[in-house]
């Protein structure tokens, strides 16, 4: 009986080997040296050195809130 269009397959030879340059984020290959990265925001805000709008602070939090948010999403699996 066919109760749709939706296929699926095993086939490997569906599936992408070499997939396109947007693929993979840019700071991918860095490893944990990624968070380097951050030192210019943090010696800014550290040192009082950031503008009147709060730029580098604002990016921290920012930073923080995204990564505080993905490990949320990734712990809740493992609690249940």
């Known amino acids: 009986e066919n109760r749709g269009t939706y296929v699926t397959s095993t086939n ?3 599936m992408a080997l070499r997939p396109g340059p947007g693929y ?3 700071w991918e290959d ?5 968070y380097l990265l ?5 010696a800014t805000a550290a040192l009082g050195m950031d503008d009147a709008d709060n ?3 604002h990016m921290l939090v920012i930073a923080a809130i ?3 948010h993905a ?10």
């Open 55 to 57: 730029w580098a602070y």
């Open 66 to 68: 995204r990564y505080v």
């Open 38 to 42: 951050f030192v210019p925001f943090v």
């Open 24 to 26: 993979k984020f840019p």
């Open 12 to 14: 490997q030879s569906d």
């Open 30 to 34: 860095m490893g944990s040296f990624k």
């Open 71 to 80: 490990q949320f999403w990734i712990s809740l699996p493992r609690v249940s």
